[in-house]
T-cell receptor, first 111, second 115 residues
């Protein structure tokens, strides 16, 4: 089982749609959780940190469920500019600190 | 503009060449990282420097040699690479390497082609 697993995608949605990405992690020692966005041929950029209490930034809402080892990202009112790959990222200390990237979920928002 | 600067942006090198990738950040971050990313794959960790000391080497072949001259600079020296080493090499930094929860800032990467 992969340490961080994401929906395989791609997701094709119309503008204005609500889309949800899911991510699960296998190591219960995981400490920090993030969503990154990566545009084609560009570097990943931090979208949001994810907290147990949930957090929202405009149209984006992230949730963490430690009991189920599950992370989600909800995008409301999708824009064309939201088209990108969304990477779920987990950091943990296993005798040395590591950050593990999920494989990413590609989102296409169409007019 | 990214706050982590990588040079060069593109590099083509032969298998017998020696070259270096450079990374610089002035955010006061104490952890710096090298990642390798192949097309349609997530970034893969290569090296972690924490407070200018190498703390993680993810079993990277010795043809890749990292160097951290000071807290703002990170180099990756390349020698005798193989065509399969062609990839996007990303540098990143973070406040520390101990799970501070602030995430990473990535540079825009060096796109390396080995011929």
């Amino acid at each position: 089982r992969k340490e961080v697993e994401q929906d395989p995608g791609p997701f094709n949605v119309p503008e204005g749609a609500t889309v949800a990405f899911n991510c699960t992690y296998s190591n219960s020692a995981s400490q920090s959780f993030f969503w990154y966005r990566q545009d084609c041929r560009k570097e990943p950029k931090l979208l949001m940190s994810v907290y147990s209490s949930g957090n929202e930034d405009g149209r984006f809402t992230a949730q963490l469920n430690r009991a189920s080892q599950y992370i989600s990202l909800l995008i409301r009112d999708s824009k064309l500019s939201d088209s990108a790959t969304y990477l779920c990222v987990v950091s943990l200390n296993t005798g040395g600190f590591k950050t593990i990237f999920g494989a990413g979920t590609r989102l296409f928002v169409k007019a | 503009d990214t706050e982590v600067t990588q040079t060069p942006k593109h590099l083509v090198m032969g298998m017998t060449n020696k070259k270096s990738l450079k990374c610089e950040q002035h955010m006061g971050h104490r952890a710096m990282y090298w990642y390798k990313q192949k097309a349609k794959k997530p970034p893969e960790l290569m090296f972690v420097y924490s407070y200018e000391k190498l703390s993680i080497n993810e079993s990277v072949p010795s043809r890749f040699s990292p160097e951290c001259p000071n807290s703002s600079l990170l180099n990756l020296h390349l020698h005798a690479l193989q065509p399969e080493d062609s990839a996007l090499y990303l540098c990143a930094s973070s406040q520390d390497s101990q799970g501070s929860g602030y995430g990473y800032t990535f540079g825009s990467g060096t796109r390396l082609t080995v011929v």
